[in-house]
């Protein structure tokens, strides 16, 4: 393992849109509400009546942690063309859209008149938007359609055929090579460094449910080279497309129920959900020179294929901290019951049982309330963390009404948050401390350990 990373992180600015969660302060109280913000999915992405799944024994979901309206932005202050067509590709605009917010939440604004020191790291996966289906139709889909019709009418006149042709493409929006390119994920980060007069590296990152960490990962090492004085880490999940979630549902275990509660043994499986989350990250000795605001401190990471409680002790290991003063696991809680019992049983066996007058973990999982939002998951739960850390709260999640069974056990220090508490630290030495556990389909794991602001003594 490696040793004690130096230098910790601040997250001193801070945005998101999420299901019902128009900014932070929304999401805050969606949260501490105990509100789920899953909706039915309207007739563009549900299931037509005798439809068939594209994989047999797989359930389609029927809910989903939705944006709604709240992905149709566009950036007031943005100096790129906007290409004003049904070809354009609009997670650009909504990923500026909360690098911006994040900004603004930490006292900056874009456009600086001098270039910042500064960097971005973005996770995101280009899905099927209409940037690409708009490029793909003008050129693959207009040829495969011709082609079968001329396979299946050989003798149709050419002529006819062209002007087929023809119709097929004045039907569609206008290809424009800017939009197309847009649709490129690494071109979201350039666009949004250049709007941010970042002059620092720009990069877009796939890690799957990991992304947000990854990024995360990814700022911290550019403050802590000196490549940076100032980083935006952000992650999204757009829309989702009924094609792109029938082709998910052949991988990911999906519930076809209307909610869930994490971490209940009488879950069927995930409901996906969209949205992103941005944060403006500085060195901590810098925030506090500046006198930013400080939502919490980045103490360490971990990221591999070893089981949780080992991704676990290796980040508690780098952070250098006692893993008994950590008193918030803001877990995956993804809805797969096998799943939940071995992220609950690798906290069990990292804090061991619980004695009399011992410390308490609790537990939660914000995708109840927005969905299990894939590439942008870890970032909603690291907000989800930050926000509870600067409000010195235990939050809840959405309440379960059978706990996995090892959590029923008395013995058990890790509890179930299904109502908020006071977040007490039993000693006023020890800063409160929490950690975000994220696991991704393809058995890849995450640990991040969080504390909250220094004391007025320490900003002294």
Not at 72 to 89: K, L, M, S, W, Y
Not at 128 to 156: K, Y
Not at 169 to 178: F, I, N
Request: hydrophobic share 40%; proline share 8%; glycine share 10%.
């Amino acid at each position: 393992m490696d040793g004690v990373e130096a230098c910790p992180i601040a997250i001193v600015g801070v945005s998101c849109r999420f299901a019902g969660a128009p900014d932070p302060g929304a999401f805050w109280r969606l949260v501490m509400h105990r509100e789920s913000a899953l909706v039915p999915f309207g007739a563009d992405r549900a299931l037509a009546p005798g439809a068939r799944n594209l994989f047999p024994g797989r359930i389609y979901p029927t809910h989903g942690g939705l944006l709604g309206d709240l992905y149709a932005c566009v950036p007031r202050d943005i100096t790129f063309p906007r290409q004003i067509n049904a070809g354009e590709n609009q997670d650009l605009y909504f990923a500026v859209q909360l690098a911006f917010d994040a900004l603004a939440d930490a006292g900056m604004r874009p456009h600086a008149p001098e270039p910042e020191r500064g960097t971005v790291r973005f996770g995101y996966a280009p899905p099927f938007s209409t940037s690409t289906m708009n490029w793909l139709q003008h050129t693959f889909f207009v040829d495969q359609t011709m082609d079968i019709l001329q396979r299946s009418f050989r003798t149709a006149p050419a002529e006819s055929l062209n002007e087929v042709r023809a119709k097929l493409v004045e039907s569609l929006p206008a290809p424009d090579a800017a939009s197309f390119l847009s649709g490129a994920g690494h071109r979201i980060a350039d666009w949004i460094a250049r709007e941010c007069s970042f002059s620092g590296g720009a990069t877009t990152l796939d890690a799957g449910a990991l992304s947000g960490i990854a990024a995360l990962r990814a700022a911290m090492d550019d403050l802590r080279s000196g490549r940076a004085d100032i980083a935006l880490a952000g992650a999204l999940t757009p829309p989702l497309s009924r094609a792109l979630l029938e082709g998910l549902s052949g991988e990911i275990p999906f519930s076809d129920a209307a909610d869930f509660a994490p971490f209940d043994r009488d879950a069927k499986g995930t409901i996906p959900g969209e949205g992103g989350a941005f944060f403006v990250l500085k060195r901590e000795a810098d925030a506090l020179r500046a006198h930013d605001r400080i939502y919490a401190l980045v103490r360490a990471t971990a990221c591999g294929s070893s089981p949780m409680d080992e991704m676990l002790a290796t980040a508690v290991e780098r952070a250098g901290t006692p893993l008994q003063s950590i008193q918030l696991i803001e877990g995956d809680g993804c809805g797969v019951p096998e799943l939940d019992a071995a992220e609950v049983q690798a906290g069990q066996r990292s804090w061991g049982e619980h004695r009399p007058g011992g410390p308490l973990v609790g537990l939660g999982s914000v995708k109840g309330n927005i969905g299990h939002c894939f590439r942008a998951s870890a970032a909603a739960a690291i907000l989800k963390t930050a926000l509870a850390l600067r409000r010195k709260v235990l939050p809840p999640q959405i309440p379960t009404e059978r706990p996995i069974e090892s959590l029923a056990n008395l013995g058990s220090s890790v509890y179930i948050l299904n109502e908020a508490r006071p977040w007490i630290t039993g000693d006023p030495s020890s800063p409160r401390r929490a950690v975000v556990l994220m696991g991704d389909f393809s058995d890849r794991r995450a640990a991040l350990v969080l504390e909250e602001e220094p004391t007025k003594e320490d900003r002294a």
